[in-house]
């Protein structure tokens, strides 16, 4: 608990922090791009966050504080209003960290990304960018470039995006990049994902419908009722979001996934509700919420049917709790708080969450998909426990932004029964700038 007290108060001291800051993180380019011809530009971005945990997966005597760095360095090329060419590299690392370092936490000086961009998303009706890039689909629940982590994602990718008044389509193939550590990052053959991500802008007044359609395809997957085959899934799905008259907002989200792998049968499917409710006559004119997130799990029994969801390439960070310790897999998650603005440049939130299995045979996964704890007879029951996250970021300057949060999961009976059941805490701060 020391450390949830420590990040509390670092929390609280953040706006005296930031009064006297703006000025000395505040590191324009524009006297170097002003030098260079009009369409040549360079920019870049730095971040340093130090995080942690106390009784990592929930077991006493586990702990780890550490920092993490990264150095994006840009440039983009556009020599005519309709061709722009980008090139990203990065350079991730870690400090103070127990292990060897390696991804998702280091990857030393890396072509993050590389691609030309051919047409005019603003004036124009059709874009095509091709090469090493960012897929941010939505909200990123199913695919996006999880920029929480250290080295964070691209895919090798083939994107055209059409556009006309309300209406707007993606259509792209894609692969995405294997971080390795010395080297730079490749795709792994035969792992590939294709999609159509629609959009109907005030189609409906007040609100965005976002239809899509994504094909996961993956070779050599181990079928649980024997062989090896091609791993194909098929996830149609709708996300819609608004307003609503007296201040309230809703944003929902539904995936379906039906496919195969060999005599397997794939069938699983997930959804994000969340309502808002803004506040003006209140001071500091807060926004509550209440949100439920949903997704399948299987009965470890039941071999050749898969029921548990598939997160794909999601940026789950904070989705599903600041913690990160549970992800969009077998899952109940209801989730409540107030988030306010005290000043236009600072925000902060407070938020409890509440966990269950939806398949008590089936394991609690992790944002990155990794199993936390497991009891396949089913005997520890669904409820997973009671989580609770404070978070506060500061615009320090235009460039400039600095934050922290701290996240704490009180264990229900499933974690008391399927580890030793300790609580787990996870603080942060940071520090972002661009130049």
């Known amino acids: 608990m020391k450390h949830f007290r420590m990040s509390a108060i670092l929390l609280c001291a953040l706006p005296m922090c930031a009064q006297d800051a703006g000025s000395f993180f505040s590191w324009p380019t524009d006297v170097i791009n002003n030098e260079l011809p009009s369409w040549l530009r360079f920019s870049g971005e730095e971040r340093m966050r130090t995080e942690g945990y106390d009784n990592g997966g929930f077991k006493p005597n586990n702990a780890d504080y550490y920092l993490l760095q990264r150095l994006r360095l840009n440039m983009k090329i556009q020599p005519a209003r309709w061709l722009k060419i980008i090139v990203q590299s990065q350079d991730s690392r870690e ?35 091709v090469g090493r890039q960012e897929i941010n689909l939505g909200e990123e629940r199913l695919m996006g470039s999880s920029n929480w982590t250290n080295n964070a994602r691209t895919f090798d990718a083939a994107r055209l995006r059409l556009h006309h008044k309300k209406l707007r389509l993606d259509i792209f193939a894609a692969s995405v990049v294997v971080v390795t550590v010395g080297q730079v990052g490749a795709v792994a053959p035969g792992s590939n994902i294709y999609g159509l991500y629609g959009g109907l802008d005030n189609v409906i007044p007040n609100s965005t419908i976002e239809p899509y359609l994504l094909w996961r395809s993956q070779s050599d997957v181990k079928a649980q009722l ?25 944003n929902t989200d539904i995936a379906f996934e039906r496919g195969s792998v060999l005599k397997d049968s794939i069938d699983a499917w997930a959804g994000h509700w969340v309502l808002g409710y803004n506040a003006p006559a209140l001071p500091f004119s807060p926004r509550f919420f209440a949100e439920f997130n949903y997704a399948t799990g299987s009965a470890s029994s039941k071999l050749g049917q898969r029921h548990t969801f598939d997160q794909l390439y999601a940026t789950a960070h904070d989705k599903y709790g600041l913690s990160d310790q549970v992800g969009w897999k077998n899952i109940e998650h209801i989730r409540v708080g107030p ?74 009976t499933f974690l008391k029964m399927a580890t030793p059941g300790l609580s787990y805490t996870a603080p942060y701060l940071f520090f972002q700038t661009m130049f």
Do not use: C
């Open 95 to 129: 400090f103070f960290k127990g292990g060897t370092p390696a991804p998702p936490y280091q990857d030393t000086w890396d072509l993050r990304q590389a691609y030309a961009e051919i047409g005019d998303m603003e004036r124009g009706f059709v874009d095509l960018r």
């Open 226 to 250: 024997g062989g090896v085959g091609t791993y194909d899934m098929k996830v149609p799905g709708v996300r819609w979001l608004g307003t609503l008259p007296r201040n309230f907002d809703y």
């Open 339 to 412: 988030e306010w603005k005290f000043r236009p440049r600072w925000s902060m939130s407070v938020r409890y969450s509440d966990y269950w299995l939806a398949n008590a045979h089936d394991a609690l996964y992790n944002t990155s998909n990794a199993v936390v704890a497991q009891m396949a007879n089913g005997s520890a029951g669904r409820w997973v426990g009671q989580g609770l996250d404070v978070i506060s970021a500061i615009q320090v300057s235009k460039i400039t932004t600095i934050g922290g949060g701290v996240s704490h999961i009180f264990p229900g």
